[in-house]
């Protein structure tokens, strides 16, 4: 019988939206007919985009031709894709990059999970605290880790809390790391990151020789000028970081899969004899070797995100979304609760009340009132009582549920 990994094992219950989904299921199951509404999993809910769905259709048309009928692709992505986010995501912020330096693939979340790989299996790792789980629990299967401890933290990770206390931001890690997982707008806590905040971490990345994985899949909700939309924009940061970005929050590819990572060509890793690797060149022969790229339709209707018209209608989705956010924000704060983020990200991070616990409290607005959000404590230990909302709902359901929330009595 052949034998497992056994770090799999170590990995707690379960991952903290299919535990989400099993409680939800369970509660249909038993009250059915009961309108439940959905502000936990941020999965977009407005449709695609004209723009988009018609580029998609030309594109599959074109499939169904002998002349315009395309096989396999480039891994790496097609130029006329990676041309609109180089000219539209990059140019703009004065960030010059070549084609060979970005990646387009099925999703940040794949990305996130999967980069890791070409690192050493003795890399110290640091993340904030609340983090998104996938870069925690893929160094957990990875083996870099030990078990979960008592308070929910896995022994070997470097975890960086980000509270009330600090604002959010956390402090620099206080041992040698190689890779800091930072994510910026930021999930689960909706906060940003400032520009000089952000220089200091490069700074922090060169003096310490780490490399920073940043996650910037939320850029599109920033409307505060002063808020880098891309670490890039730090003189340096192409020595020490690696940016993933994502279409599904921005333009609603949840369900078509489409994002990139911008990996520059200055990246370098170290092997054992202290000879520089690039990490560009790791990460090409990684992707080509276990991908087979993004569909053809689903590229040209990503790079139909930057026409003219495209970008007005993913412009309208966010500005929908983002009204969600200050309704959210705004509504329950009226009602006495302690509120973070909602400005420039679609995500609502709000304190429990009567020091409940993050699971207490989901399954009081379940049972209550039937609003379905996601437990902080899911997100690492500092989440514990904490409580986050997503604005990627229907308008309606959002009015609905932030007056069904201000009924609540604890």
């Known amino acids: 019988m052949a034998k497992i990994n056994e770090n799999y094992l170590k990995l707690k219950a379960g991952y903290l939206f299919p535990e989400i989904s099993k409680r939800v299921k369970l509660f249909t199951e038993s009250n059915p007919g009961k309108k439940v509404i959905r502000l936990g999993i941020g999965d977009v809910t407005l449709p695609l985009p004209p723009s988009i769905v018609n580029a998609m259709k030309l594109a599959s048309e074109e499939m169904g031709t002998s002349s315009g009928f395309k096989g396999y692709g480039p891994e790496q992505g097609y130029s006329f894709l990676i041309e609109e986010i180089i000219k ?11 084609q060979d330096e970005i990646f387009v693939s099925d999703g940040s979340k794949c990305d996130t999970g999967n980069i890791q790989e070409i690192f050493s299996i003795d890399s110290k790792i ?8 996938v870069y925690v629990d893929t160094n957990v299967m990875a083996g870099r880790t030990g078990e979960s401890t008592l308070d929910g933290r896995y022994s070997g990770l470097v975890y960086l809390p980000c509270t009330k206390e600090n ?7 206080k041992e040698k790391v190689d890779l800091i997982y930072l994510c910026y707008p930021n999930n689960p806590t909706g906060t940003t990151i400032t520009k000089s905040r952000l220089k200091e971490w490069v700074e922090y990345a060169k003096k310490n020789n780490s490399i920073i994985l940043y996650d910037a899949a939320y850029e599109a909700f920033i409307s505060d000028p002063n808020v880098p939309r891309s670490i890039f924009e730090i003189e340096g940061a192409k020595e020490v970081a690696m940016e993933f970005r994502s279409f599904s929050k ?3 590819f949840t369900g078509t899969r489409c994002a990139f990572i911008v990996i520059p060509k200055e990246l370098n890793g170290i092997t054992s004899n202290g000879d520089k690797v690039s990490i560009n060149q790791l990460w090409n022969r990684r992707h080509t070797t276990k991908f087979n790229g993004v569909s053809y339709p689903i590229q040209k209707a990503a790079a139909a995100c930057y026409s003219d018209s495209g970008k007005k209608e993913v412009r309208d989705n966010i500005l929908y979304y983002m009204e969600n956010a200050k309704i959210i924000r705004e509504g329950i704060s009226k009602n006495g609760y302690e509120v973070y983020g909602g400005v420039n990200a679609p995500y609502i991070w709000l304190k429990t009340p009567k020091s409940m616990t993050s699971w207490d409290f989901f399954d009081q607005l379940l049972n209550k009132i039937q609003v379905v959000g996601t437990p902080g404590s899911g997100f690492g230990p500092s989440g514990e009582g904490y409580f986050r909302l997503s604005a990627f709902g229907k308008r309606e359901d959002v009015i609905e549920a932030v007056s069904k929330i201000g009924s609540l009595s604890f």
């Open 167 to 173: 604002g959010f931001q956390p402090d620099f890690p």
């Open 126 to 133: 640091a993340v904030t605290d609340p983090v998104y789980p």
């Open 250 to 252: 921005t333009a609603g």
């Open 88 to 98: 539209n995501d990059y140019k703009p912020l004065g960030v010059s990059l070549s």
